[in-house]
């Protein structure tokens, strides 16, 4: 069987999230498999779904606020000594933890 796939939850399209949204959590499912974690550079992943860098830092924003994703920002010291950004690391969060919060509270972003 071939493993080239991954698995969206049905329940996603509740959210009401835009067309952008949905594709950038799609490619961090894809991305991340079985370990939930992923690190692909902002860059990558606005070249990768064809769509500016700035739809994708408002994408990840949403999916953030909706608990969808955890998003870690990692520091680095360069050679001269100077803390610079690198990738970010991203975590899938359990989707039922999500949408237990999104039925308990009515939260409707």
């Not at 991340?32 to 700035?54: D, F, M, N, Q, Y």
């Not at 950004?85 to 899938?92: K, Q």
């Amino acid at each position: 069987m071939n493993k080239n796939f991954y698995q969206m939850p049905n329940n996603i399209f509740a959210f009401h999230m835009n067309k952008y949204e949905i594709v950038v959590y799609s490619y961090l499912v894809c991305c991340a498999g079985k370990k939930k974690e992923c690190w692909p550079s902002l860059t990558t992943i606005s070249r990768v779904l064809g769509i500016s860098r700035g739809t994708v830092v408002k994408a990840i924003d949403k999916l953030v606020q909706l608990r969808l994703v955890d998003r870690v920002q990692i520091m680095m010291e360069n050679k001269n000594g100077m803390m610079v950004m690198r990738n970010n690391h991203y975590f899938i969060l359990p989707f039922e933890d999500a949408w237990q919060l999104y039925m308990n509270n009515g939260i409707h972003y």
